[in-house]
Nanobody, 125 residues
Framework: QVQLVESGGGLVQAGGSLRLSCAAS????????MGWFRQAPGKEREFVAR?????????TYADSVKGRFTISRDNAKNTMYLQMNSLKPEDTAVYYC?????????????????WGQGTQVTVSS
């Protein structure tokens, strides 16, 4: 069982920055596929960024955040981060941390087994 706890959300003006954190339980954190997803009101949950276990820790980003968001992880602290710069109003959503212990996992939310409770990010114009 993996438990995930997000933090770092808040209200920020357009163009500002936030850093989200995701603290994970478990002694094999480095072997998890880890990802960030977000869900805006009235919309489906969508992929934001991820680390791929099978890809030697390679990263993948949604086109909408590429060049603005950076995903990172500290295996010693069992923590994953999402640095969000140049935020836009359309980035407003609840952001979720997700994990999966499969060898290979894709970009769809249903492929991830473990989820945090989410943290609200609101970007004002």
């Amino acid at each position: 069982q993996v438990q995930l706890v997000e933090s770092g959300g808040g209200l920020v003006q357009a163009g500002g920055s936030l850093r989200l954190s995701c603290a994970a339980s478990g002694r094999t954190f480095s072997r998890y596929n880890m990802g960030w997803f977000r869900q805006a009101p009235g919309k489906e949950r969508e992929f934001v960024a991820r680390f791929s276990r099978s890809g030697g820790g390679s990263t993948t980003y949604a086109d909408s955040v590429k060049g603005r968001f950076t995903i990172s992880r500290d295996n010693a602290k069992n923590t994953m981060y999402l640095q969000m710069n140049s935020l836009k109003p359309e980035d407003t959503a609840v952001y979720y941390c997700a994990a999966d212990t499969s060898i290979i996992v894709g970009l769809r939310p249903e492929e991830y087994d473990y989820w945090g409770q989410g943290t609200q990010v609101t970007v004002s114009s």
